[in-house]
């Protein structure tokens, strides 16, 4: 797919998603780019902002198969990923696969289940695969799972550890609407709410063959190490008992990529990595017991380490050649 057809087809996307989620322009983008790198996304803010919205408007505009998880305390690995049953008519087992095994996925509040429960999607997320009993299945693309939580200062949620924050290729909260905003939200829903009526836009074939364009988006050699850099700062900032890993400085490059298609560019340029840093990096610094006391935000950790690297220097015209020719 040529890159201007797949820029079409994530603007298609982004304009159909923004029918049903008013005034969130960017984080619409966010999801969208995320979708494009064949990333996973994690929605995290306060109950009613629509977070569960953002998930299935985004599933909608997009004709795979969706499946839903409502996480609970109460829930197993084999609910997730599927489980194998006795067929008293063959005398064998068959697979019964879970919800896990759909294109587009959305986990309504990941951390009200147990961390044994949440565990059941890394090998999902990572490898778009599931394996259950030692027999391995496989996920159709594209695939991509969108998960929301509360903030864990409210009750009755488990802290996503480590391991499953890393999965997720962007952590973006919504926040509260304008006021302006919230009123057109209300006309929106006068009669029905928007999404009954919403339609898919693009098909499967289309996003697969827009994930690819995205890779052809050129990037030049110092914007690569202008991106690893900052991976780098946050790992020996004071404050950070855990920096960001080899999977973040490949989830921003790809997703530089992704936001320079977006924007109709075939390169990528520093404004761009400065935009998604934050988004990609934030959720997965870890700080220290002493930063935690302190109420340091991972985010200022991000930000301060954009602060301190040097951006690469260059004319417009470096970052469309450089090295390409």
Known sequence: MEQSTAHDVATRIIENIEKVIIGKRREVEMAVIALLSQGHVLVEDVPGVGKTMLGKSLARSIDCVFRRIQLTPDMLPSDVTGVSVFNQQTREFEFRPGPILGQIVLADEINRATPKTQSA??????????????????????????????????????????????????????????FEDEVSIMDSQRVRHPIDSLDAVASADEVNGAQEAVKEVFVHDQMKRYIVSLVHATRSHDDAALGASPRASLALFRGCQALALLRGRDYVLPDDVKELAVTVMGHRVIITPAARMKRVETGRIVEEALDSVVVPGGKSADWISGSRT
């Open 121 to 178: 999607l890394l090998e999902a997320m990572e490898e778009h695969q599931v394996t259950v009993d030692g027999i391995t299945h496989s996920i159709d693309r594209p695939f991509m799972v969108i998960a929301t939580e509360n903030p864990i200062e409210y009750e009755g949620v488990f802290p996503l550890p480590e391991a499953q924050l890393d999965r997720f290729m962007v952590r973006i909260q919504l926040g509260y609407p304008s």
